[in-house]
C-alpha cells in the first residue's frame, strides 16, 4: 500500500466528516470504507493484492465517502445533472451500487484465480457475477435491517427517492457493473496476475 494510496483515502475520509449532511447517515455510508481498510490492512502482508485491485478499493471508498458526506440523494454535482436532464432524482447512488459491482468483480476474481478455485473461464464468470449479486443483495437487506431499527432516520441512507423500484435496480446496476468490469478489464487484470506471480510474495502468500 502506497503513501499516495494512504494520503488520499484518509484526506478522503476527513473531509467527509466534516460538517456532513448528517453524521448518522455518513457513518453508516462510510462504515463499508472503514471495513473495507480494516480487511486489506490486515491481509496486506499474507494476501497482497495486485495494484489494480487497490486503486479500484480506493475509488469506491472515495464514491462512499462523497456520499456519506452529502448523503447520495444530495451530491451536488448530480443535482446539477438531474436539473439540467429534466430528471427527477439525483441519481449518484447508481453510481454507488455501479462501483458495488465494478470493483468487487475484480476483487473476487483475483481471489478465486490465485486460490485457484476455479479454473474454467466460463464458470469463473458466472460465480463471479453470483458473488457481485449476492453482496448487492446482502446490502439492500442491511438497508432494510437498518430502517426498521432506526425509522425515518434511515430514510437518507436508503436513498429510495419516492422510486418503487429503487432496491431492483440497485441490484441490475451492480450486475451490470460487475458485467462491464469483467469485459473491460480482465485482460489488465490477468497482465497483473502474471507479473505478481513472478514476484517473490506472491509465492508464499498467494
Not at 100 to 116: V, Y
Not at 124 to 144: D, G, K, M, P, V
Amino acid at each position: 500500500m502506497t503513501i499516495i494510496w494512504l494520503a488520499i483515502y484518509f484526506f478522503v475520509l476527513i473531509w467527509s466528516g466534516i460538517h456532513p449532511k448528517d453524521y448518522f447517515t455518513w457513518f453508516l455510508e462510510v462504515l463499508p470504507a472503514l471495513i473495507g481498510f480494516a480487511a486489506i490492512a490486515t491481509t496486506y502482508k499474507k494476501f497482497k493484492l495486485t495494484e489494480l485491485a487497490y486503486w479500484l478499493i480506493l475509488i469506491h471508498c472515495i464514491i462512499l465517502m462523497v456520499g456519506g458526506h452529502y448523503t447520495y440523494a444530495e451530491v451536488p454535482l448530480f443535482d446539477w445533472i438531474k436539473d439540467y436532464l429534466g430528471s427527477e432524482r439525483n441519481n449518484y447512488d447508481k453510481v454507488g451500487h455501479f462501483a458495488q459491482g465494478f470493483i468487487p468483480a475484480i476483487i473476487a476474481r483475483e481471489i478465486l484465480i490465485r486460490k485457484s478455485v476455479v479454473k474454467q473461464p466460463g464458470w469463473l464468470f458466472f460465480i463471479i457475477l453470483c458473488i457481485c449479486l449476492a453482496i448487492s443483495a446482502f446490502y439492500e437487506l442491511i438497508e432494510w435491517w437498518v430502517a426498521v431499527l432506526s425509522g425515518t432516520s434511515a430514510e437518507a441512507f436508503l436513498g429510495t427517492q419516492g422510486y418503487i423500484w429503487d432496491t431492483q435496480s440497485d441490484m441490475a446496476i451492480a450486475m451490470l457493473g460487475a458485467l462491464a468490469s469483467l469485459l473491460l478489464l480482465s485482460r489488465w487484470h490477468d497482465r497483473q496476475l502474471r507479473l505478481k506471480k513472478r514476484t517473490p510474495d506472491t509465492n508464499k502468500n498467494g
